[in-house]
């Protein structure tokens, strides 16, 4: 298996929990978390896309505490 090459979110603050994104070899994207790297979650460009949409117009405001 190749390296890849994880981008840290730029909203991350120093000493925080980050969100790691990389492009696979595949073009899947992988999704990790700095404090447990070893789980990621893989997704294609497209669904991603349409999470963020939906995630940006407040389709998911209701699972906020």
């Known amino acids: 298996m190749s390296t890849l090459a994880w981008q840290k979110s ?5 000493g925080n929990s980050c969100l790691n994104l990389a492009v696979a070899p595949d073009r899947t994207i992988r999704l990790r978390e700095s404090e447990d790297p070893d789980i ?4 294609t460009p497209a669904h991603l896309g349409t999470f963020i949409r939906a995630a940006k117009a407040g ?5 906020a505490p």
């Open 59 to 63: 389709a998911f405001d209701h699972l």
């Open 40 to 43: 990621t979650l893989t997704t």
């Open 10 to 14: 730029s909203y991350c603050a120093e």
